[in-house]
């Protein structure tokens, strides 16, 4: 799971008891950077405000108090529609909804006492629930489990939540969201509901006045096949896919899939033919012609692996 | 260790999905840090973790939601490979950091100002899979696989070959 990329949203907030500040993704960082620079505005970056899977997924832009908000948020809506221009031809992911309050370990300590406190929003604590998520997590890890029956959807959840980073006091994040009735899984959008119901009642409230951030953000789910590819065989399907004649393919196109077959057995990549063949559905080939691409791929990364065999 | 017929019976008494774990599923949370390849340059896919996550994230909200099962062989297979996975994922991760030095070796040259890398060798991180692949076989009730359904299967047309070694013949295999 990644943080989506440039094209998150770009918003000065002011919520902060440090002055106002910006939120931003890895590849937004370095675009906003230079751009607040270019304007003279001045800022102080946290570029390790949120490590999601041990990398850096989320910085903090601090514009320190008495920032012209106008001004910035002028600059980035611009480095917005830049960056969404640039973006154009990147797919868009699924996302889902994620939540992380960070901040220092003083702050942190007292949002984790109001944590303990009396329930609020409908939340309730499950501490045997907690008890049994402390023993998957690795040891000392903070955990906190709270179940309401969420309005938006109608189905009692149980929100996971836990420590990370060192100590784990300075993050807590959600790490699940489980239906508490019925077998069916929650889908995205219920996902996203309940997501939006326990930072609305339970994590606003809570954090308000204590000075520590609660970032919001939307996370990419599910296995990208961008993420399986090196840069070189990401560029050749992008151009593949570009210039194909996507519902009565060319002989042309076939010879730029063969290279985009040939990057990818060179760069050994494992690719499921699924997600492969449901990247291309989505880029606009029909059904018919994904599977044959996808046939095409499978026959001719075997046929290369042979001859890899063979001349060993 | 319940033997089969007891687990029937409570899976009979309240039934719930039953997932059968392999060696290799509760291995490879940690075995992901590593090559594709032997002397390759792929690193493996790291998507089986996520999955493991949900799973006992379920589980701990609501026990009942299905039923892990591992054979006593899966448990020992474990026991007997996890040491040497760690030893070769913290082998990965050093070499991460050995590829990752040349660059900022190269910057040192150049004057160019890279962001901070940490070395990845002082993480946490393969403890903490170590943790998550022992929390899932810990969630697994383990069976006691005697001879006679290690016959039963062996016996199975066209499968003997596929089939899990029995213990006292197959472990020194792996």
């Known amino acids: 799971m990644t943080t989506s990329a440039s094209d998150a949203p770009l918003t000065v907030s002011t919520d902060g008891s440090a002055g106002p500040y910006v939120i931003v993704t890895p590849e937004q960082l370095r675009p906003v950077m230079e751009a607040l620079r270019a304007d003279g505005i001045r800022f102080q970056v946290d570029d390790e405000a949120v490590l999601l899977n041990g990398a850096q997924a989320l910085a903090v832009i601090e514009l320190g108090r008495g920032a012209d908000v106008g001004r910035v948020q002028g600059v980035l809506d611009r480095v917005a529609a830049d960056l969404k221009g640039k973006g154009r031809r990147r797919r868009r992911l699924a996302t889902q909804k994620m939540l992380v309050v960070w901040g220092d370990p003083g702050p942190m300590q007292q949002l984790r006492t109001r944590l303990d406190g009396e329930a609020v929003g409908g939340w309730a604590r499950q501490r045997d629930i907690e008890t049994r998520l402390r023993t998957t997590l690795p040891e000392r890890t903070l955990a906190y489990c709270f179940s309401k029956r969420v309005p938006a959807i109608n189905r009692q959840v149980a929100v996971l939540m836990q420590g990370r980073g060192e100590g784990n006091g300075e993050e807590l994040s959600v790490s699940g969201v489980v239906p508490l009735e019925g077998r069916q899984a929650l889908d995205r959008d219920q996902h996203d509901k309940v997501i939006t119901d326990i930072h609305a009642s339970l994590i606003e409230p809570l954090s308000r006045d204590l000075g520590v951030r609660v970032l919001p953000y939307d996370a990419h789910v599910g296995s990208a096949l961008e993420e399986a590819l090196s840069s070189e065989a990401l560029t050749r399907l992008l151009e593949f896919s570009a210039v194909a004649n996507k519902s009565n393919l060319h002989s042309l196109d076939m010879q730029r899939w063969s290279a985009f077959i040939r990057q990818a057995h060179h760069d050994e990549a494992v690719i499921d033919p699924t997600l492969l063949a449901t990247w291309l559905v989505e880029d606009g080939f029909p059904s018919r012609n994904s599977e044959l691409l996808v046939q095409e791929y499978e026959s001719g990364r075997r046929i290369l692996s042979e001859y890899d065999e063979e001349r060993r | ?174």
């Not at chain 2, 590593?34 to 994230?57: A, Q």
């Open chain 2, 1 to 174: 260790m319940p033997v089969i017929a007891h687990v029937e019976g409570v899976l009979n008494a309240a039934p719930k999905p039953v997932i059968c774990l392999d060696t290799c599923d509760i291995l490879e949370v940690v075995q992901c840090l590593d090559w594709e390849k032997s002397g390759g340059n792929t690193p493996r896919s790291v998507s089986c973790i996520e999955p493991v996550r949900r799973l006992l994230n379920t589980l701990t909200a609501n026990p009942n939601r299905a039923q892990l099962i591992i054979t006593d062989l899966v448990h020992t297979e474990w026991s007997q490979n996890i040491a040497g996975i760690c030893t070769k994922a913290e082998e990965f991760i050093n070499k991460i950091d050995d590829i990752v030095a040349r660059p900022y070796q190269a910057a040192g040259f150049t004057g160019t100002l890279l962001p901070i890398y940490p070395p990845l060798a002082g993480s946490t991180l393969v403890a903490d899979l170590v943790a998550l692949s022992t929390a899932l076989l810990n969630q697994a009730t383990r069976l006691v696989l005697d001879d006679a359904l290690i016959d039963l299967a062996l016996a199975r047309d066209g499968e003997a070959s596929a089939f899990p070694r029995r213990p006292h013949q197959g472990l020194d295999q792996l």
